[in-house]
T-cell receptor, first 112, second 112 residues
Framework: DGGITQSPKYLFRKEGQNVTLSCEQNLNHDAMYWYRQDPGQGLRLIYYSQIVNDFQKGDIAEGYSVSREKKESFPLTVTSAQKNPTAFYLC???????????FGSGTQLSVL | GENVEQHPSTLSVQEGDSAVIKCTYSDSASNYFPWYKQELGKRPQLIIDIRSNVGEKKDQRIAVTLNKTAKHFSLHITETQPEDSAVYFCAAREFGNEKLTFGTGTRLTIIP
């Protein structure tokens, strides 16, 4: 699991609760990403960040928020506004735009 | 924005036969096309990629072809083995854009 670490592996959210998923990388990569994986829908981009203190919305950003205060860290908050949060969340990082994405091992979020 | 379609969604082949997975993309400005393999319970990993200035690329039993005019690219796996069983994702990225758009995935099963 060296390189990019996600925690926790499993997370449960109660009604009306915000939860935060952690993503840390020690690869010195500038770019970081959050993807959501649902069965039969592939990987859908939530947010991405190309540099510290800057990030952009992906295709399904509603109900999510991120921050990029440090190069190594890109936490994702699933807010109560996200009505269907149950999914597998993958964090990734890359050195640039035309090179390999390195993925974390993922967080499975479920609703209680 | 970019839209990537992937077919088929499931594919079963006899061990030793070849497998082909096809993807189409919508944005003619896209110029980077990676393929990722996700084994059950594991993170996606890059297996091969191709850039728009190349028509074909091979790596042992795996090859990718790109037709820029038709805006489609394909993954070819020859002499399939049980360890090739996984979900395969194609993706496309526009030049100068960090955003990578994935297809919906193909579940490949190799029948012994």
């Amino acid at each position: 699991d060296g390189g990019i670490t996600q925690s926790p592996k499993y997370l449960f959210r109660k009604e009306g609760q915000n939860v935060t998923l952690s993503c840390e990388q020690n690869l010195n990569h500038d770019a970081m990403y959050w993807y959501r994986q649902d069965p039969g829908q592939g990987l859908r981009l939530i947010y991405y960040s190309q540099i510290v203190n800057d990030f952009q919305k992906g295709d399904i950003a509603e109900g999510y928020s991120v921050s990029r205060e440090k190069k190594e860290s890109f936490p994702l908050t699933v807010t109560s506004a996200q009505k269907n949060p149950t999914a597998f969340y993958l964090c990734a990082s890359s050195r640039g735009s035309q090179v390999e994405l390195f993925f974390g091992s993922g967080t499975q979020l479920s609703v209680l | 924005g970019e839209n990537v379609e992937q077919h088929p969604s499931t594919l079963s082949v006899q061990e030793g036969d070849s497998a082909v997975i096809k993807c189409t993309y919508s944005d003619s400005a896209s110029n980077y096309f990676p393929w990722y393999k996700q084994e059950l319970g594991k993170r996606p990993q890059l297996i091969i990629d191709i850039r728009s200035n190349v028509g074909e690329k091979k790596d042992q039993r795996i090859a990718v072809t790109l037709n820029k005019t038709a805006k489609h690219f394909s993954l070819h796996i020859t002499e399939t083995q049980p360890e090739d069983s996984a979900v395969y994702f194609c993706a496309a990225r526009e030049f100068g854009n960090e955003k990578l758009t994935f297809g919906t995935g193909t579940r490949l099963t190799i029948i012994p």
